[in-house]
């Protein structure tokens, strides 16, 4: 049995080297217990290789792993039968049906009484118990392989790039399933590539970059401790507007939504573009003012933007 451990997942100094290539560099990292942990990151990053160290499937190069108090190269069928894991680019036999397919897995988990109505439900796929699989679209598999992660009632659970390469619409279907799991106290170690995905749903969000963690809070905390400026948003049907603002020295941009995005780095230039706009006459509709988001963060501190398109995900937004 687990001894009692206040972390669920415990890293420190984790380094992996595949041959010449450092893969994952001198890492330490917490997971608390019930919290959505995620690693965001671009591919490359070391993202998998972390998780599936954890997970036992890998071995450390260096450092030490534990998973509820176990050692990874010490307790690993400990650590199994506690973890779930959804691996990236999950795949399920073709012809078996949800239903068929959940069934198997809980024997092959020695889990039979396992609640295979309840854990379809939690998935929203109860209208396809009896669609084989390779019929579902991809939000739909992946909702199946989350099933499966949980057919033994994991405390922990791995989730590798779970929306990866889904349609904006079936992404979304898949994070109301993971905000069910959330909601059950499941502790989640979740990889991204998806700032909003981060966003929504982590307590915690580590950025890696080639192997090394280069920032960790909550992303409120990250976007508090990394922003500098803020972005005022306009909405007016007088089209001076857009002008007024570049001559006052800032640098307009519109947006998706008819409206004008300002970056300003002091608060009073918000009042400055307010009355100068009041002043020339131009009625505003309304207006906004926020922090930037995660994206912009992540380029401050890696110098380089996530790469959306995931490999084969031509429908990646
Ligand atoms: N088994 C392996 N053998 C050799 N190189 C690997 C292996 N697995 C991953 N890599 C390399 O390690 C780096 C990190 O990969 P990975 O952990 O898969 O990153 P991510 O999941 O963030 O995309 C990449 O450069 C990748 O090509
Ligand atoms: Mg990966």
Redesign the pocket.
């Known amino acids: 049995m687990a001894k009692e451990a206040e972390y669920a997942i415990e890293v420190e100094n984790l380094t992996?080297r595949?041959?010449d290539?450092l893969?994952?560099n001198d890492i330490s990292f917490n997971v608390r217990k019930g919290e959505v942990f995620a690693?965001l990151?671009?591919?490359?990053?070391?993202?998998?290789?972390?998780?599936?160290i954890v997970e036992t499937i890998?071995r450390p190069t260096a450092g030490k792993v534990r998973l509820l108090g176990m050692d990874v190269t010490e307790e690993k069928r400990g650590i199994v039968s506690c973890i779930g894991v959804l691996p990236?680019g999950f795949g399920s036999f073709d012809r078996i049906t949800v239903r068929e397919t959940m069934q198997f897995y809980s024997r092959l988990f020695l889990r039979r009484n396992a609640d295979i109505d309840r854990l379809i439900e939690l998935v929203n796929l109860k209208d396809k118990a009896k669609e084989q699989y390779m019929k579902l679209s991809g939000g739909l598999k992946q909702r199946l392989g989350i099933a499966i992660a949980l057919v033994n009632d994991p405390e922990v659970v791995f989730l590798?790039?779970p929306t990866t390469g889904l349609d904006p619409r079936a992404r979304r279907e898949v994070w109301e399933v993971l905000l069910g799991l959330k909601k059950e106290g499941k502790t989640v170690f979740l990889?991204t590539?998806y700032m909003e995905e981060a966003e929504l749903l982590a307590d915690t969000v580590a950025i890696?970059s080639k192997?090394k963690i280069i920032a960790m809070d909550s992303p409120i905390g990250l976007i508090e401790s990394n922003a500098d400026y803020l972005v005022l948003t306009l909405q007016s049907v007088d089209e001076k507007a857009f002008e007024i603002v570049g001559k006052m020295g800032f640098e307009p941009e519109l947006n998706n939504h008819k409206g004008i995005n300002i970056k300003v780095e002091q608060p009073d230039d918000i009042r400055k573009i307010l009355n100068t706009m009041t002043d020339a006459g131009v009625a505003l509709l309304s207006m906004d003012v926020r922090k930037p988001n995660l994206e912009k963060v992540f380029l401050k501190l890696t110098g380089e933007a996530l790469d959306e398109g995931a490999p084969g995900g031509k429908e990646a937004q």
């Open positions: 992996k595949y041959g290539l893969a994952v690693f990151g671009p591919n490359g990053a070391g993202k998998t290789t972390t998780a599936e890998r990236q590798d790039e990889t590539h890696i192997g």
